[in-house]
């Protein structure tokens, strides 16, 4: 993130001594991107964030079960209402599809999970339901049904489901991308500099940075964290939490949904118009509530396509998506449209929502978080028992 913010206590300039109540120092540490020449932040620890005192490696059950290729090649629909497991939002994860750039997951959690460091990638949770709060080193983000929490590679933090604003009992149901490098605003919508051009569908004022930091103290702390080998469990000495301040271009951020701004032309537009954020060879675009295309002979919903360099997959979040009437797709599907298929509206689609336009019916209130890879997606074994093994007929049957 090129956004400057500061929290908490630090000193005059950096890397100068910076001194606790009791007379010791603090201890300085630095979390930096792409080798001391990208973005980075700097804290302040009470105790030194290098002390461990045990490592014990731990079985990562999801990664363990392997990601076959989508063969014979199909169309998917998965009902995440029908992933019955539930856990905590780290290894309660239900893996859906991935590759060697992203790894795509549902969670529902209903328990807190432990302290949790992810050095393979950034991730980004995005909120389906419920309310939960993230605390992390930097600080604590109250996050909202409709957030994205982007939480930046090597950050300390945990997931405590039912925070402020939480229904009682209401599980948090969360849609998880794991990269395989950074999680970014796309390029385009940045200055030189970085700051987000008024063409951008949505700016530094809808983003939500920690509010800390936490100043924890605790002994022996264990810290789940995942590298290229597997999941670890490390020991501290201290509680890793134990930040008096930091500074920086780093840290989580939540943006919500509802606040992107759609771009919306006479006749239809493509996908990056709804581009979000941008990964390792992928992308995240968020469909968002807006007018209906609006020349008089538009067509105002997805003409058939074939992206042929990617694998597209769709969360249907909210509202009414009328390309896929009839399909079988619902709130709180999955869709998977591969490469080596061609997809687009249900047979008849088009015809109703022309109709709908001619009786006044203008906007459309679907909500979509759309995930488009370029290279394939393999699918894990668990989200078939989600799946629906009819969906891929759906247009056929729609045409007879
Ligand atoms: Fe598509």
């Known amino acids: 993130m090129p ?46 964030p290098t002390a461990i005192v045990k490592s014990e490696a731990l079985a990562d059950v999801a990664a363990e079960t392997g990601l076959a290729p989508n063969h014979p090649l199909l169309p998917r ?7 019955t497991g539930r856990g905590d939002l ?3 994860r239900q893996p859906l599809m991935g590759n060697d750039d992203v790894r795509i997951s549902f969670v529902t959690a209903d328990v807190q999970s432990e302290l949790y460091r992810n050095s393979t ?30 939480v930046p590679r090597g950050t300390i933090h945990r997931w405590i489901p039912a925070g402020p604003g939480a229904a009682a009992g209401e599980p948090v149901q969360a849609l998880v991308i794991e990269a395989r490098g950074h999680i970014r605003p796309p390029r385009r919508y940045l200055s030189q500099t970085g700051q987000f051009l008024e063409h951008a569908p949505y700016c530094e004022r ?6 800390g930091p936490l100043l924890a103290e605790g002994e022996d702390v264990p810290v789940i964290v995942r590298n290229r080998g597997g999941l670890t469990r490390l020991t501290y000495a201290h509680h890793p939490f134990d930040v008096v301040g930091w500074d920086g271009c780093l840290y989580p951020y939540a943006f919500n949904i509802a606040d992107f701004e759609p771009i919306v032309k006479r006749t239809h537009a493509p996908p990056p118009v709804h581009q979000t954020f941008d990964g390792p060879n992928f992308v ?5 509530p807006r007018p209906l ?4 002979e538009s067509v105002p919903i997805p003409y058939n396509h074939h992206n042929v360099d990617s694998d ?14 009839g399909s079988g797709v619902g709130i709180g599907s999955i869709t998977l449209h591969p490469s080596g298929f061609t997809h687009g509206p249900t047979p008849g689609a088009v015809e109703a929502v022309i109709a709908g336009m001619d009786a006044g019916r203008l906007t459309t209130d679907e909500t979509a978080v759309m995930i488009d890879t370029f290279r394939p997606l393999l699918l894990a074994p668990q989200a078939g028992h989600a799946e629906d093994p009819e969906y891929a007929w759906s247009w056929a049957r729609a045409d007879r």
């Not at 792409?34 to 302040?44: I, Q, R």
């Open 312 to 325: 597209e997959m769709m969360f249907y979040v909210a509202g009414d998506y009328s390309a896929r009437q």
């Open 206 to 211: 809808d983003l939500r940075g920690v509010a």
């Open 90 to 92: 780290v290894l309660g």
């Open 77 to 83: 629909h998965y009902r995440t209402q029908e992933l």
């Open 3 to 48: 956004y400057y913010r500061v929290a908490g206590e630090i000193p005059r300039k950096r890397h100068v001594r910076f001194r606790r109540p009791d007379g010791g120092l603090y201890a300085e540490e630095l979390m930096g991107e792409e080798g001391f020449s990208s973005d980075s932040s700097l804290l302040y620890h009470v105790h030194p």
């Open 293 to 296: 295309d609006f020349d008089p």
């Open 284 to 288: 995240i675009c968020s469909f968002c």
């Open 121 to 150: 990638g950034d991730e980004t949770i995005y909120l389906h339901a419920g309310a939960v709060r993230l605390e992390s080193v930097y600080g604590t983000i109250d996050a909202v049904p409709g957030d994205y929490v982007v």
